[in-house]
Structure formats: structure tokens, C-alpha cells
């Protein structure tokens, strides 16, 4: 394939910071190669490190795949610098005035823990507390959809030769995820160090300001992002979600004994039992345990941890997410409990 071809391809990624011009229009396709089933690509950034290195990256990449490329490999220069691989430059200046950074951790997938994250930073910062939310699932990122602001592109900053995002703000929390620098059906092809640069990048690069809380919206899983957030950056604690269910307590305990592990070392604050019983709307008295009853309640027990909260399976919950209106907005005995957890926590 000729070099016209993969310059369409890269066409299409833009750059959020940049008033969404692609990589091409910008001049930052420095060279590409063609080896025969093989295409490498070199980007060149400025001197100072692009905030979102790592998902221009991972964007070029998916864009060629999506292409026809079936082997490609990305590389990096920063121009003014003799060509020498660029690096992150990174540090915890802007999380120095955050009082709790605390995790929101799940070994299983699919218990809610997304959803926990964000109704309980909005329950946080209806306590009177300043509250933001950092998304870390940055292969499956959802709080943009959840807050409805899956339109919204960071505005990036630059002070004293250093680049800053300023977080979304909206139900009184700061967000941040990699899903406002990526279109919802963008795939993003990364293995593991690039994962785990893009996540710092999303916290360590953001103007946070004072805040009491910093929710961290972890993947699901034990694995490079975990490790590599606890090792590099300051994690006070944690929550662990589950449901009552034996298959996902299995996986919880997994999370459990990865936060307490000497080189990891991290206290969890308590845990949240979602989905603890089904509740329909004809019958709001009634209670279904159509996951199981008491799950929860034995892993705290066996782990001494404390019950922050269990919330029901009710269709409003679900609704609120899927409409960007997150029910502990409301007043309703749904919200409540979350309201109940923030209050525990």
C-alpha cells in the first residue's frame, strides 16, 4: 500500500487538544515506512511532551488496523531534541492538595463498579465535600456516558513550560477519563506500559485543585494498570465492590489480596454490595435475591471489613446511567443509599 493510504487512514485521527485537527494537518506524521506487510509509522512531537502522547499513539495504531495494516508498530521523536525518544515527565504536584485519593476496585467485571464510582461522588459532593473522579478503565471507559458529557474535550493549559487538562465539571464533581479524547466506538490498541503512562497521565496531568476526595474508577482485573497506579502514585485506600454471587466474590477476593499485599500495602476502607436483591417497580416493598443473599456479609467477615453499604437492583439505577443522570441526584430511597455510603465512608 502506498504512503497516500496511510496518511487517509491517520486523517481521521485528531488531535482533542488541538482544536480536533488530525495528526496529519499538524505535521506530526514525521515519516513512514513501508516494508512489505509491515508499516512503521515515527510522530513527532513538540518539545514538550504531548499530554496525550500515549492516545495518539494508541489511535494511530487502531486507525491502521482499521485500515487493512495488519502488522504496524508506532514510533515517537521529539523534534527538537535530535530525534531522541520522548519520555513522560511526570509528578504529583497537582494531587499534593487532594486529601483522599481512594480506589473503587472490583476483581470481577460487570458488578457495577463504575456505577458505584460515580453515585458516590455525587453523594460526596452533596455532603458539602469537593469530589473528583478520575476514570482508570482506559480500555472500557464509561463515565463520560454516564454523566452525559461524552461531547465534552478537555481544554489543555500550558503554564511554565508544563501542559495541564482541566477536568470536566458538572453535578458539583471533576471528572477526567480517556474516553473524552476518543470517539465511543474507537477501539484503543494498547498493551500494558502505554495503558499505564495514558492513566497517570490522567491524573497527574489534570488541574485538579482542592479536593477532599479523588475517586479512582479502577479496571476490572489485578494486573499492569493496578500495579502500576499503587507503585506510582498516592492511593490511600480502597473500596471494593462486588455482588452476592459466588463467581464474583471469588474474583473480589483476588482484589482484595492484591490491595493487602506487602508490596502493594493499601487498607480497604469497607465494601459495597450492589445488586444486593432485585426490587421492580409494581412491588417496591418486595425483594428478590435473584444473585444470591449474603455474600457481601461473609466476605466481610472472613476479611474483617466492614459493610459500607448494599445497593438494590432497580431499574432507576440503571436508567440514570444510561441518561447521564446518575440517580443519587435524587431524592428517592435508591439515592439514599449512596448517600448512606458516602456518610460511612
Known amino acids: 500500500m502506498s504512503n497516500e493510504i496511510v496518511l487517509k487512514a491517520l486523517e481521521s485521527v485528531q488531535h482533542p487538544a488541538k482544536g480536533d485537527k488530525s495528526i496529519v494537518a499538524l505535521g506530526m506524521v514525521e515519516n513512514i515506512e513501508n516494508k512489505g506487510k509491515k508499516i512503521i509509522v515515527t510522530l513527532a512531537f513538540s518539545k514538550h511532551r504531548d499530554p496525550l502522547a500515549e492516545y495518539l499513539i494508541g489511535a494511530s495504531k487502531s486507525a491502521l488496523i482499521k485500515a487493512g495494516f495488519k502488522d504496524v508498530e508506532i514510533k515517537t521523536i521529539v523534534k527538537e531534541a535530535a ?25 470481577k467485571g460487570g458488578v457495577g463498579k463504575s456505577t458505584v464510582a460515580v453515585n458516590l461522588a455525587i453523594a460526596l459532593a452533596r455532603l458539602g465535600f469537593k469530589v473528583g473522579l478520575a476514570d482508570a478503565d482506559v480500555y472500557g471507559p464509561s463515565i463520560p456516558r454516564m454523566t452525559a458529557t461524552e461531547d465534552v474535550t478537555p ?27 476518543a470517539s465511543p466506538d474507537q477501539a484503543l490498541v494498547w498493551r500494558g506500559p ?24 479502577l479496571p476490572p482485573g489485578t494486573g499492569d494498570i493496578h500495579i502500576s497506579l499503587m507503585g506510582d502514585i498516592r492511593v490511600d485506600g480502597a473500596i471494593v465492590v462486588t455482588t452476592p454471587s459466588d463467581v464474583a466474590l471469588r474474583d473480589v477476593e ?22 444486593a ?32 453499604g448494599k445497593i438494590p437492583l432497580v431499574q432507576g439505577i440503571r436508567e440514570g446511567g444510561d441518561e447521564g443522570q446518575p440517580i443519587a441526584l435524587r431524592d428517592t430511597p435508591d439515592a439514599q443509599a449512596f448517600l448512606s455510603i458516602a456518610k460511612e465512608l
Do not use: H
Open 277 to 308: 436483591w432485585f426490587t421492580p417497580l409494581e412491588l417496591p416493598d418486595a425483594k428478590y435475591y435473584i444473585f444470591g443473599q449474603g455474600g457481601g456479609d461473609r466476605l466481610a467477615e472472613k476479611y474483617n471489613l466492614p459493610i459500607l
Open 155 to 181: 481544554y489543555a493549559i500550558e503554564e511554565e513550560g508544563k501542559e495541564r487538562f482541566l477536568p470536566v465539571e458538572k453535578y458539583g464533581v471533576k471528572w477526567m477519563s480517556i474516553g473524552y479524547f
Open 194 to 217: 502505554m495503558a499505564c503512562n495514558a492513566l497517570k497521565q490522567m491524573i497527574l496531568q489534570v488541574r485538579w485543585g482542592d479536593l477532599d476526595y479523588l475517586l479512582i474508577d
Open 83 to 107: 530525534k531522541k525518544p520522548a519520555g513522560l515527565d511526570l509528578d504529583d504536584e497537582e494531587i499534593r492538595s487532594i486529601g483522599k485519593i481512594i480506589a473503587i476496585a472490583s476483581g
Open 254 to 275: 483476588k482484589s482484595i489480596g492484591m490491595l493487602r499485599n506487602p508490596k502493594i500495602g493499601k487498607p480497604v476502607y469497607g465494601i459495597v454490595e450492589n445488586m
